[in-house]
């Protein structure tokens, strides 16, 4: 399994920006894919989450509902994070993950597979 993520910048509060994730060296189908972030000091948080499979199910955590919106293009095998309306508070390190639980409070199953992360900053 390989995951490489992008797309994280510098940013003002209020901006908006989009994650990529490139998958690849695994089957792209039926699987769980997501975001987790990590910001120094704060525990790391499952973001968004996506269920590919005959139904397509998602997951938002709370503090993103409404702002953030996870897709994913199986026919190039990226998962995206369209992320506006960011806050300071949305700082961190994106992390791509699969395979994963997706339903309230995700986990990451294999840690081993994660990318480097993409760096986002939110200056108020």
């Known amino acids: 399994v390989q995951l490489v993520e992008s797309g994280g910048e510098s940013v003002q509060a209020g901006g908006s920006l989009r994650l990529s994730c490139a998958a690849s060296?695994?089957?792209?189908?039926?699987?769980?894919i997501g975001w987790f972030r990590q910001a120094p000091g704060k525990e790391r948080e499952g973001v968004s989450c996506i269920s590919i499979t005959s139904e397509i199910n998602t997951y938002y955590a709370d503090s993103v509902k409404g702002r953030f919106t996870i897709s994913s293009d199986v026919a190039k095998r990226m998962v995206y994070l369209q992320m506006n309306d960011l806050k300071p508070e949305d700082a961190g390190i994106y992390y791509c993950?699969?395979?994963?639980?997706?339903?309230?409070?995700?986990?990451?199953?294999?840690?081993?597979?994660w990318g480097r992360g993409t760096q986002v900053t939110v200056s108020s």
């Open positions: 993950a699969t395979p994963m639980t997706c339903h309230s409070n995700p986990k990451s199953i294999r840690e081993d597979y």
């Open positions: 060296r695994f089957e792209f189908i039926d699987i769980t």
